[in-house]
């Protein structure tokens, strides 16, 4: 059982950074991989970026060069770091946990989700 719980999100305007946080509890074990999805009003939950327990990440076109994601050293917190945001950033934020070590983009092969974040970017 993984516990999940996002932070760190807030209005900002273009051009702005932020970066989220996910805290995971409970028996994430050694082999895993965490990422983060979004999602906004009225459309699919898409995958932003994500990192296994070697320290290997993987992101989404749409965020390269802009987004980064990254753990601690006790691989108990996850991070994303989100630089020069743009309004089509604007969604809910969500961790998600997958006990095995691939990183997937397909938002069925997580078991387990926090409750998200919001991140809104005005223009």
């Known amino acids: 059982q993984v516990q999940l719980v996002e932070s760190g999100g807030g209005l900002v305007q273009a051009g702005d950074s932020l970066r989220l946080s996910c805290a995971a509890s409970g028996r994430t074990g050694s082999s895993y991989s965490m990422a983060w999805f979004r999602q906004a009003p009225g459309k699919e939950r898409e995958f932003v970026a994500g990192l296994i327990g070697t320290g290997r990440t993987y992101s989404a076109d749409s965020v390269k060069g802009r987004f980064t994601i990254s753990r601690d050293g006790a691989k108990n917190t996850v991070y994303l770091q989100m630089n020069s945001l743009k309004p089509e950033d604007t969604a809910v934020y969500y961790c998600?946990?997958?006990?095995?070590?691939?990183?997937?983009?397909?938002?069925?092969?997580?078991?387990?989700w926090g409750q998200g974040t919001q991140v809104t970017v005005s223009s």
């Open positions: 998600a946990f997958n006990g095995r070590n691939t990183i997937p983009t397909r938002q069925s092969l997580y078991d387990y």
